[in-house]
């Protein structure tokens, strides 16, 4: 695509349920990074994968979340037993090989009720 | 800790009246330092990469610069379509992650 996606672009759900994040690269982009957003914070790490293998996973707060990425493209980010802290904006972003621009998608809004 | 911190958090401006925003870094061996601008609902968009003191960029009414320590972001006769949040972001040697700072909200009137 033209670049990148994420979806779905709003997501509500009630705590203690699990959800799941989709973030589509733009194609050929073997660099894949997810943030996450607070009201009033910068933008938090959470993982990075080179290709399918994710070598920073460091950012993630919690073993509640975890993300694949499957055929160098499509990543899911999920999290499990959701929490209120939970809600913020997820970021996706991704780069090709020998470049250090990140190109970013428009996010997923994650409410938690 | 690589760390980066944005002044001021939020900046009005009347139009044509010129600035700066400041972002001081502390990192572990600078790999490279970007900008960034978000609007409203949308993901950060690219603007500059510096990678070692005394080296500038430019483009339109943005002029970044680089020293040491810090960045400067000088905008000059800004417009209302500048009205954005602008990030800075870090990137440590031998690490592939980037460290954001909070950004500053920047709001240019007519």
């Known amino acids: 695509g033209a670049g990148v996606s994420q979806s779905p672009s709003n997501k509500v759900t009630e705590k203690g349920k699990d959800v799941e994040l989709r973030c589509d690269p733009i194609?050929?982009?073997?660099?894949l990074y997810w943030y996450r957003q607070s009201l009033g914070q910068g933008l938090e790490f959470l993982i990075y994968f080179q290709g399918n293998s994710a070598p920073d996973k460091s950012g993630l707060p919690s073993d509640r979340f975890s993300a694949e990425r499957t055929g160098g493209s499509v990543s899911t980010l999920t999290i499990q037993r959701t929490q209120q802290e939970d809600s913020a904006v997820y970021l996706c972003a991704s780069t090709k090989t020998g470049s250090e621009k990140l190109f970013f998608g428009s996010g997923t809004q994650l409410s938690v009720l | 800790e690589d760390q980066v911190t944005q002044s001021p958090e939020a900046l009005r401006l009347q139009e044509g009246e010129s600035s700066s925003l400041n972002c001081s870094y502390t990192v572990s061996g600078l790999r490279g330092l970007f900008w960034y601008r978000q609007d409203p609902g949308k993901g950060p968009e690219f603007l500059f990469t510096l990678y070692s003191a005394g080296e500038e960029k430019e483009k339109e009414r943005l002029k970044a610069t680089l020293t040491k320590k810090e960045s400067f972001l000088h905008i000059t006769a800004p417009k209302p379509e500048d009205s954005a949040t602008y990030l800075c972001a870090v990137q440590a040697s031998g690490t592939y992650k980037y460290i954001f700072g909070t950004g500053t909200r920047l709001k240019v009137l007519a």
């Open positions: 194609s050929g982009h073997t660099a």
